[in-house]
């Protein structure tokens, strides 16, 4: 399906195109590029074929954000361009298939998922049955974080396990904090520093992880705080401590010709086979 291209609409007042038309020029302009006459390597790529590039980009997005002079906002206005072009992307090679969709699609069932998951906002036009009556703008950030995570959990009823829906190809230190993060939710004995966390297949049954390790200093429970609920900034000190540390560890690992990156893959993995069905 072929679409007009879109004459750039000003805002008022303004020289510069309003977003709904700079949107539609780079849908048409996509569109342009996947079909006949447009670009051989646009037109034959896939959504597997374009799996590594959606990464690069996503960790060029941080390379901008966390450069050494601070956020490079030249650099991270190239770089969420091509962000947004693998999503426009994946979308008009995703429209292309029988039973696929559109980028309106996509757009549509993001503004209809932020709205739902957000009632405290959108009170107006999200449902009040189920987890999402009686929110209240007024909530703390903890508040809010469990409120979002029983609105996912009815929306995904499908998810019996407090491990599902845990990208299994994120890097093993995001895996790890991923999958421990949920465990906490869930109310799981987290791994501690005096007690062994389980291979991925061990030799002998391992005890259950009993009790928790000391805490930092201004640390609070796991139980009572996601890292998504914590204020940026917020946790400077503790960071930098946990940074050196984890350095440290990967310095010991090198020393003794371990992988780092999978040493703990295969350690979340022996943690979940541990836990899987217990919650």
């Not at 995703?94 to 993001?110: K, R």
């Not at 991923?178 to 297949?201: E, I, M, Q």
Request: aromatic share 4%.
């Amino acid at each position: 399906m072929r679409r007009p291209h879109h004459s750039p609409e000003t805002a008022s007042g303004d020289d510069r195109p309003t977003a709904e038309s700079a949107f539609a020029d780079l849908v048409a302009l996509m569109d342009r590029l996947r079909s006949p006459g447009g670009c051989r390597w646009d037109g034959e790529q896939t959504h597997e074929s374009l799996v590594r590039y959606l990464i690069e980009e996503a960790y060029e997005v941080v390379e901008a954000i966390e450069a050494p002079g601070g956020v490079d906002r030249a650099l991270l206005l190239e770089e969420l361009g091509d962000v947004l072009l693998q999503v426009v992307f994946h979308a008009r090679v995703a429209e292309e298939a029988e039973d696929g969709f559109s980028i309106v699609d996509v757009i549509e069932a993001l503004n209809s998922k932020m709205v739902r998951r957000h009632p405290h906002v959108f009170e107006d036009r999200a449902t009040t049955d189920g987890p999402q009556a009686g929110a209240s703008g007024d909530d703390g950030l903890e508040a809010l974080t469990r409120r979002w995570d029983e609105i996912k959990k009815a929306e995904k009823p499908d998810r019996k396990d407090p491990f599902d829906g845990i990208p299994p190809a994120l890097p093993a230190l995001a895996l790890g904090e991923k999958t421990l993060n949920k465990a906490a939710k869930a109310g799981l004995p987290l791994p501690t520093d005096t007690t062994p966390v389980p291979s991925a297949a061990p030799a002998s049954p391992v005890e259950p992880v009993q009790g928790h390790r000391a805490e930092e200093p201004g640390e609070r429970s796991a139980r009572e705080v996601s890292p998504e609920s914590v204020v940026p900034g917020s946790a400077d000190e503790a960071e930098q401590r946990m940074g050196q540390d984890l350095l440290r560890m990967v310095a010991r690992a090198r020393g003794l010709g371990v992988d780092p990156e999978r040493a703990l893959r295969r350690a979340v993995r022996g943690y979940v086979a541990q836990h899987r069905g217990n919650a």
